[in-house]
């Protein structure tokens, strides 16, 4: 069955350093998400991707965040200077029509 | 927004007990997945299932969309079911939109 795929699962980083979170969603979907979890906390929803364009962001969503779909399998989450509050799990996801499949996710550390 | 209301917080089960698990929700929903989220942080699909009733297994989720709650129910349980459920909705106008978390049931499964 295929799956959401994510690299790396774990990332530790500086803070004030750019981090990239990668992921390949399920290859005949068409809308992609980004979603993040605060340890101990609910998911929340950062942004969404369709026709090579955001189709809705977040308020967390801000100018240091950025989404790319650089060739047809990848799907990129840039964090450009991190804080310390952006240490969370990220989950990627993607859809066809209507279930979302999530992946394993990347826990970010910033230190 | 659409609020997400999940009942009870916590749960502490003996191996082979039943269990039901409540997901309020405020709006119509055109979207509503249970996930289990793992110990190692993984949210994986349990049901998609906006309305009307579905069973895999131990595991049966019913949705009563017009009052507007799903219920997760859990047949003799195992220690491996321990972790957190979580609800999650997309409103009936955001189709291919945002899912919204509630806060999540910690279920824990007692040998």
């Known amino acids: 069955e295929p799956e959401v795929t994510q690299t790396p699962s774990h990332q530790v980083t500086q803070m004030g350093q750019e981090v990239i979170l990668r992921c390949v969603p399920i290859s005949n979907h068409l809308y992609f998400y980004w979603y993040r979890q605060i340890l101990g906390q609910k998911v929340e929803f950062l942004v969404s991707?369709?026709?090579?364009?955001?189709?809705?962001k977040s308020e967390i969503f801000d100018d240091q965040f950025s989404v790319e779909r650089p060739d047809g399998s990848n799907f990129t989450l840039k964090i450009r200077s991190t804080k310390l509050e952006d240490s969370a799990m990220y989950f990627c996801?993607?859809?066809?029509?209507?279930?979302?499949?999530f992946g394993p996710g990347t826990r970010l550390t910033v230190l | 927004g659409i609020q997400v209301e999940q009942s009870p917080p916590d749960l502490i089960l003996q191996e082979g007990a039943n269990s039901t698990l409540r997901c309020n929700f405020s709006?119509?929903?055109?979207?509503l997945q249970w996930f289990h989220q793992n110990p190692w942080g993984q949210l994986i699909n349990l049901f998609y299932i906006p309305s009307g009733t579905k069973q895999n297994g131990r595991l049966s989720a019913t949705t009563v969309a017009t009052e507007r709650y799903s219920l997760l129910y859990i047949s003799s349980s195992q220690t491996t079911d321990s972790g957190v459920y979580f609800c999650?909705?997309?409103?009936?106008?955001?189709?291919?939109?945002?899912?919204?978390f509630g806060k999540g049931i910690t279920l824990s499964v007692r040998p």
């Open positions: 999650a909705v997309v409103p009936w106008a955001g189709a291919n939109s945002k899912l919204t």
């Open positions: 709006d119509s929903v055109n979207n």
């Open positions: 991707f369709y026709n090579n364009e955001i189709s809705e």
């Open positions: 996801a993607s859809s066809r029509v209507d279930t979302q499949y």
